[in-house]
């Protein structure tokens, strides 16, 4: 334990994957936690150890035999050693909890048969602690027989697993074998280590507001239904009329409302984003097929989440065939209004339900999320400046202000899977 927070060492093995696991160790810091870092030689193909000691501000342990691999900026460096033939014993017997992930066909393997030739596959067997494994490879490799069959003994032996999702993968194919969100398998450590040091443990970080893996607002039994993405109006057969929404936001919130126990009902327009694991998703283009199938599962949903960016204009008469360029250097378009579908879903939710809108402003963004907020009657708004550079659209990374009619609550700018998690935490404020 390191200034009263558990030590906990994440295992990183070769994979594209491997790049997630620096977003893992850093929202285990924010969960509480004090990561450590174990890295295969294959990992250091594609995570320097250097970008893991300078997020966790431990050495990072690269071989049973060479000296440290990375840095820190800690006193714990300087008192911890170089690495030396029985360091895998000092790690076992110190951590709380291995997590490996990625954990590759290959390591899986070694950990179900025992073998032990690098300095993870080592402390796997040196360990008493718990062990926690999040796969990720290709989906015909972790579809084949011999790595189910793996990963069935070490459930059998009591390791732990994170199912992975299934979406699109490195290797260009689409199914299983996606490493899971790092905010569910935060919250997996959460889970494993309250089980194994007892629920009331002292020393297990409380779930607080924001953090991820909160599970004290826990979302069983809410029926949870999100939009997300850009809509899409047709000009002809080739063109349309969009935005810049990525779909980021809409679909951390649907992942992150599963991770809580909700069922998750997720309506997106078109994006490059691979669908949560465990989320039924509702495939729209058009704000009209956008509405459509939102009213068909608004009677289900007790928590709706309008995070799409939703065309307001349509194109009135939408050419039957593809328009080609004339001389004439201007083009006129006649628009339409597209229907509100958040004011619709306010007159037609089932009593109970909460109701959330979004609002991205470029100026008097509080004043006119305030407005937003009394218009619509919504019970909360997400307003955000997309016009802030780094933020919002196009981004990993978000900003804004949970709005209701009691106050505000500020969210600084962080990871849209963080502040996922604080929406969810603000709805569950508003439902107590």
Known sequence: MSDGRLKVTVGVCGGIAAYKSVELVRL??????????????????????????????????????????????????????GVS???????????????????????LAKFAHGLADDFLSTMFLATTAPVLVAPAMNVNMWEHPATQANVETLRARGVMVVEPGSGYL????????????????VAAVREVLKAALGGGNSHVPEARRGAPGFFAGSFAGETVLVTAGGTREA????????????????????????ARGARVILISAPVGLACPEGVEVVQVVSAEEMRRAV????????????????????????????????????????LESTEDILQE??????????VVGFAA??????????????????????????????VGFDSERNAGSFLTAGGAVEFPVMSKAEMAGRILDEV?????
């Open 345 to 354: 879903v306010v007159k037609r939710r089932m009593t109970g339900t909460l």
């Open 235 to 258: 000009i002809d057969p080739v063109r349309f009329i969009g935005n810049r929404s990525s779909g980021r936001m809409g679909y951390a919130v649907a992942a992150a409302a599963k």
């Open 361 to 390: 402003e470029t100026e008097d963004v509080m004043e006119n999320g305030r407005a937003k907020l009394a218009k619509k009657g919504v019970d909360a708004v997400v307003v955000n400046d997309v016009s802030e550079e780094g």
């Open 295 to 334: 009213m068909n599962r608004l009677a289900e949903a007790t928590v709706v989440v309008m995070a799409a960016a939703v065309s307001d204009y349509r194109v009135r008469s939408v050419a039957a065939q593809k328009m080609k360029r004339e001389k004439a250097k201007v083009v006129m378009l006649e």
């Open 170 to 185: 490195a290797c260009g194919m689409v199914g299983g074998g996606r490493l899971a969100e790092p905010v569910a398998i």
């Open 28 to 81: 285990l810091q924010d969960a509480g936690f004090d990561p450590h870092v174990v890295m295969t030689a294959a990992a250091e193909e594609f995570v320097r150890p250097l970008t893991f000691a300078a997020i966790s501000g431990h050495k990072v342990i690269t071989g049973l035999w060479g000296e440290e691999a990375g840095t820190g900026n800690g006193e714990g460096l300087e008192s911890e050693g």
């Open 428 to 432: 569950r404020e508003l439902r107590g």
């Open 85 to 107: 033939s029985i360091e895998h014993i000092q790690e076992a017997q110190t951590t709380k909890l291995l997590i490996v992930a990625p954990a590759t066909a290959d390591m």
